[in-house]
Nanobody, 121 residues
Framework: QVQLVESGGGLVQPGGSLRLSCVAS????????RGWYRQTPGGSQRELVA???????DYAEFVRGRFTVSRDDAKNTVYLQMNSLRPEDTAVYYC???????????????WGQGTQVTVSS
């Protein structure tokens, strides 16, 4: 099993930047992908980016060029650098790991508790 804890959210002005962190504790037998999602009040959850084990990344069109995902395996941490933030980026941001808890287990998705990002002047 793995537990995920996000941090780094807060209030930022339009055009500003934030870097979110997602620290993983525990261990999966194998991790297939790590990603970031967000959910706006009254809105649906949207995937922002997925990072695969071969380091391929897949960004949603609406964040490509503004958001960058990275990882530090020594710290068991995945980051989301967010630049040129807009009011419509206001949401709760979640990280998600997808993988197998054991060799014969099915693939599960593991979520953090979320961190609030508010973009406002």
């Amino acid at each position: 099993q793995v537990q995920l804890v996000e941090s780094g959210g807060g209030l930022v002005q339009p055009g500003g930047s934030l870097r979110l962190s997602c620290v993983a504790s525990g261990k999966l037998f194998s991790t297939h992908s790590r990603g970031w999602y967000r959910q706006t009040p009254g809105g649906s959850q949207r995937e922002l980016v997925a990072m695969f084990n071969d380091s391929r990344t897949d960004y949603a069109e609406f964040v490509r060029g503004r958001f960058t995902v990275s990882r530090d395996d020594a710290k068991n941490t995945v980051y989301l650098q967010m630049n040129s933030l807009r009011p419509e980026d206001t949401a709760v941001y979640y990280c998600r790991h997808e993988g197998r808890p054991s060799a014969r287990a099915a693939i599960f998705g593991y979520w953090g508790q979320g961190t609030q990002v508010t973009v406002s002047s």
